[in-house]
């Protein structure tokens, strides 16, 4: 049965095919790419590592090769095509049906819930990677990637999730439907019936919102929701409570209790007069949506919010190919993403400079290469002066003597262990002829030496200098490969949860990767 899923396809182009590619001349040159280079793009070794993710497969129906699984996913990824769509793609489109090697076919080669499944184990067996890793070798063969020292550079983008993002009435509202429904499922039962037996109140009805019918701009109305809402929660915890030792100790139960828990953990909290209320301010890690619980609330700049994920790339300069990818949480900082990219980026080879915005100042690879000795290309972070005051870089800063130098020549010692700086003293301040023009403070001013202040100081040449900037206007080429990436993928999330989003990522960053090879080919 393995050696069934290997995909066998003729290398010369038939009569047919040869009529549709000479079609495709402007416009689908990458369906002609896939067809002319499908042999190489999956190779005796991507086909046997395929097929290998399907070792625990039952035995049944004839089996789907798995190489012809995967080009379907990267035409999925380069028309945006859902499971349904390709699936009538692969029967319908000549193009499909050439690249997939099924011209003769009248039927689709797969199913909806083939694809699905293919994409799972893809996700699993970590392929999606692999295969993302063996566009940039296929492009090396056209002679587009091979340098031992590689030019990197970073970048992310907003990705709105796929899931509801909800306020604290409809995410307790939410997981208490889902607790009723896997308590009628697990009891083969009717949700009403669960609904009557618990004497829980809001559930059921068309919405929270609208069983609770208030005046939603009156804080005391709202006082009184919540705990309305929060004594049905009582209530089916006390039923719960009083059910067999085998329904309490289900899996599926003990999921929906978990979720249930967490939301009100993180958004409710004892009112000092009596009762619960709204939790003021924002838990760590709050959960925005109970349909998928990776999501985030997060900030793309102080004034771009988003509400799911940050899609990240490391792009090589010389080749403007994505070398790695990753999707984290958007609250999440992006110096952090910088640990997931960084193994990934390495396989290539060694890192000789690494451009990058703010954001990735404060990843750890950044300050080791730069004690390295290699090139971070990036404008350092500089606090905001006053308006008309001196800026931090009026002073003058000595990191050899530990001292900082005001524009009035008076040096003062830089101390401090965790958070150093220089205190200018305050008599000093007062008689100092540029005191309006450096600070209001009554207690002098101080200037924050950061943890990184060589490396900041050094970055100065890429804002201050005319070629430090257009050396830094390079990473305009990560921006158009995120870009690119993007306007395929569009701003909305395909999938819920992490895991499916970066490979959503990596399929469309091969497309990327392919059609440098195509333009390499040509």
């Known amino acids: ?84 769509g390709a699936t009538l793609d692969a029967m319908f489109d000549m193009r499909w049906k050439m690249v997939l090697n099924c011209l003769s076919d009248e039927t689709a080669p797969f199913s909806q819930g083939t694809l699905c499944d293919f994409r799972h ?16 070798n296929i492009a090396k063969e056209f002679g587009g990637f091979g340098h031992q020292q590689l030019r990197i550079a970073l970048d992310s983008a907003p990705l709105q999730g796929a899931g509801r993002v909800e306020d604290t009435f409809n ?103 009596g009762g619960s209320r709204i939790k003021q301010g924002t838990a760590a890690e709050r959960r925005i949506s109970v349909s998928d619980k990776d999501m985030r609330h997060g900030r793309k700049s ?15 300069l010389e080749s403007k190919l994505i070398l790695a990818t990753c999707v984290r949480p958007a609250n999440e900082p992006e110096h952090k993403a910088s640990r997931l990219l960084k193994p990934k980026v390495l396989n290539y080879g060694s890192v000789s400079e690494l451009s990058i915005d703010r954001g990735y100042l404060a990843a750890d690879w950044t300050v080791e290469l730069y004690h390295e000795g290699k090139n971070v290309v990036a404008k350092p972070w500089t606090a905001p002066a006053a308006p008309g005051k001196f800026s931090k870089k009026s002073f003058s800063i000595d990191l050899v003597g530990l001292s900082v130098t005001c524009p009035n020549d008076i040096a003062v010692p830089i101390k401090g262990k965790k958070q150093k700086q220089a205190k200018f003293p305050v008599n000093q301040c007062n008689e100092c002829m540029y005191k309006s ?38 990473r305009v080429k990560v921006e158009h490969s995120l870009a690119s990436v993007c306007n395929r993928k569009g701003p909305r999330a395909r999938y819920r949860g992490l895991r499916l989003n970066e ?20």
């Not at 392929?127 to 566009?135: F, G």
């Not at 309490?248 to 139960?253: D, I, N, V, W």
């Open 302 to 316: 102080s004034s771009r919010t988003i509400n799911g994920f940050k899609q990240h790339i490391a792009v090589d």
């Open 1 to 84: 049965m393995t050696n069934n899923r290997h995909w066998e396809c003729p290398v010369s182009l038939s009569k047919k095919e040869k009529l549709i590619c000479s079609k495709l001349k402007n416009h689908g040159k990458l369906f002609v790419f896939l067809r002319n280079h499908r042999h190489a793009i999956f190779n005796d070794e991507i086909n046997q590592q395929l097929i290998a993710m399907y070792a625990d497969h039952p035995k049944g129906k004839p089996p789907v090769p798995a190489a012809q699984l995967a080009m379907a996913t990267l035409l999925q990824s380069y028309e945006q095509k859902s499971d349904a």
């Open 437 to 474: 023009k450096c600070t209001d403070a009554r207690n002098g001013r101080v200037v924050s030496i950061h943890a990184n202040e060589r490396m900041m100081q050094d970055l100065a040449y890429y804002v201050e200098t005319t070629p430090g900037r257009a050396d830094a206007r390079e």
């Open 171 to 273: 995410l307790v509202g939410h997981a208490l439907e889902l607790l009723i429904d896997c308590v009628a499922h697990i009891k083969q039962t009717s949700e009403e019936k669960i609904i009557a037996q618990t004497r829980v109140k809001l559930i059921g009805k068309s919405s929270i919102k609208a069983a609770l019918d208030i005046d939603w701009s009156d804080p005391n109305e709202k006082y009184e929701a919540i705990n309305t809402l929060l004594l049905d929660v009582e209530r089916l915890q006390q039923w719960l409570e009083a059910q067999p030792n085998d329904i309490r100790e289900h899996k599926a139960l003990k999921e929906c209790l978990l979720l249930l828990e967490t939301v009100l953990e993180q958004n409710i909290e004892p009112d000092p007069d």
């Open 503 to 522: 490979f959503d990522l990596n399929r469309t960053a091969m497309i990327t990767n392919l059609h440098i090879s195509l333009n390499l080919a040509a």
């Open 121 to 136: 184990r893809l996700i699993k067996h970590n392929m999606d990677v692999i295969l993302l890793e063996h566009t940039v």
